[in-house]
């Protein structure tokens, strides 16, 4: 049976930070907006317990933040489908094409918001104490862990980085990688200068171990073979991040695993906008996301607004 085709002003794909702030701004515009979801609503925001960086909020979870992103959305007319797979996508098209599992989709606009998947720790095991012991966002999670004993998993800049960071709550804090570090030298001197810091090269989580929450984990020296348990209350995982572009890399130009895009988030196709952590850039924070989603669906006004005179604006 032929999938019902419908066409919409301006379909966005990903419903995190940068694709439901599009929504919001592109649904005041009085366009029809879809946006297309394949995992859930909020992204990697969405399970954070606490964010306190975020403009206007002392302190507000990734759940209440989003959701109330997501309402607004939804009351300028913007419709969110969380359970319609794409399967693929003509960005070169006239108009752009989305086919999803059940729809095939016409679009004026595509903003594209899929954001990136922080690579999770290779165990069994750790599904069963995200967020409960196990975190992926040390600026959403750190201070929970107040006075408490921390381990880092990751040896790049991030990982330090964020291993710098968590020391101003911890009370202990353990970086483990399994080979050599690869940060900047000014990040990693800061973190052997600080006296809370231990570092633990060459040496691999084994397993992860607690009733209900994570207590302790076995860590395996690879050098000498000796597997030792170490006491921890949380482990934040920084051992790199995979950008969701696969839908994409065919028709843009990817750098670094990221769409290209410049601070306008046009990209090299006219009417297709990349906004968020999967546009190639330097700083990627919520605020950021944010600042992506208003800027793509301001243009993307301006896009089709010139798709009605005959003239898109570029």
């Known amino acids: 049976m032929d999938k019902p085709r419908t066409h919409k002003n301006v379909v966005i794909i990903g419903a995190g930070m940068a694709g439901l702030t599009a929504a919001l701004y592109a649904g005041r515009m009085n366009f029809s907006v879809l946006v297309l979801e394949n995992g859930i609503v909020g992204g990697q925001i969405a399970n954070a317990t606490g964010i306190e960086n975020y403009p206007g909020f002392t302190k507000v979870s990734g759940s209440e933040l989003i959701g109330n992103l997501q309402a607004q959305a939804e009351n300028f007319g913007a419709v969110i489908d969380e359970f319609d797979p794409i399967q693929k ?61 921390i381990a880092v998993v990751g040896g790049g800049n991030a990982a330090v980085d964020a291993a710098n960071f968590l020391t101003k709550y911890a009370k202990r804090l353990y970086l483990i990688h399994r080979s050599q570090l690869r940060a900047d030298e000014v990040s990693r001197q800061r973190l052997k200068e600080n006296d809370k810091a231990e570092i633990l090269l060459d040496t691999e989580i084994e397993a992860l171990h607690g009733d209900g929450r994570l207590e302790s984990i076995d860590v395996l020296n690879k050098a ?91």
């Open 224 to 314: 000498t073979g000796e597997t030792s348990t170490l006491s921890v209350d949380g482990i934040f995982v920084n051992i790199g991040v995979e950008p969701n572009t696969a839908l994409f890399a065919e028709e843009l130009g990817i750098g670094g695993g990221r769409i290209l895009a410049g601070e306008d988030c046009r990209t090299k196709i006219p009417g297709v906008f990349a906004a968020g952590d999967i546009r190639e850039k330097e700083i990627r924070q919520l605020t950021t996301a944010a600042s992506d989603g208003t800027t793509a669906a301001l243009l993307a006004e301006k896009y089709i607004n010139g798709l009605k005179g005959g003239n898109p604006s570029w």
């Open 89 to 149: 996508v003509r960005l070169n098209a006239t108009p752009k094409i989305i086919e999803t599992d059940e729809n095939i989709y016409e679009a004026d606009v595509v903003i594209i918001a899929t954001g990136m998947t922080r690579r999770r720790l290779p165990l069994a095991e750790s599904g069963k104490y995200e967020n409960k012991g196990v975190h992926y966002c040390e600026l959403c999670d750190g201070h929970m862990y107040q006075d408490k004993t």
